[in-house]
């Protein structure tokens, strides 16, 4: 009696069963094809934006190397292009780039190329911050230290990003202005943070045996 009524209920079942997709399979066979050609759109989205990344990264090597073989005009050239068209992140690279090339030839263009992009309120904070150190590390020798001093000391606090080589190139711009303690106290700064590179170390130390032998006096 329990093998009757249990194949009673699978018969009625199937009956439901058949009765809904005769309903219904139209619309679960049409999210089927949806779901296929949705996969396949977004597969084909990624080949795309693959090949498009892998277009842009050869251009941006192309212009590295431009610059290193000495061709400037190329390197600029293709780097202004990059700067317009490339996605985001490529274009971020390239103006900095762009801006770098630009110093090589001239340093003030250079510095308002990177005064430009610290400017830009569409970068992020760190990257705006680096620039502001690229700009102030070639105004060392176009200005005065209260200039340097001006664009670098912001960069040289404590809880600063870039402050190891901010305090670095305002003890170079004091000393350059024989401001020995002005010099000897960025130096002193950058040595003694814990967090400080151990290259910077070797380098400030240098700095240093300048400070502490002072102003050298030549005798006619």
Known sequence: MADIFREIDEEVRRDKAAELWKKYGWVISSLAVLAVLAVAGWQFWLHRENQASQAVGARLEAALKSSRDGDATQAETILKELSATAPAGYRLIARFRLAAETAKRDAAAGAAAFDALAADAS??????????????????????????????????SAQGVWRHTAR?????????????????????????????????????????????????????
């Open 123 to 156: 970068l992020d904070q760190t990257s705006r911050d680096l620039a502001k150190l690229r700009a102030g590390i070639l105004r060392v020798d176009l200005a005065g230290y209260p200039e340097v001093k001006t664009a670098l000391e912001p960069l040289a």
């Open 168 to 220: 670095e190139f305002l003890g170079i711009a004091a000393l350059k202005a024989n401001l020995f303690e002005d010099a000897g106290r960025w130096f002193d700064a950058a040595i003694t943070d814990p967090q400080a590179p151990q290259a910077l170390r070797q380098r400030v130390e240098l700095y240093l045996a300048l400070v502490r032998g002072g102003p050298v006096t030549v005798k006619n």
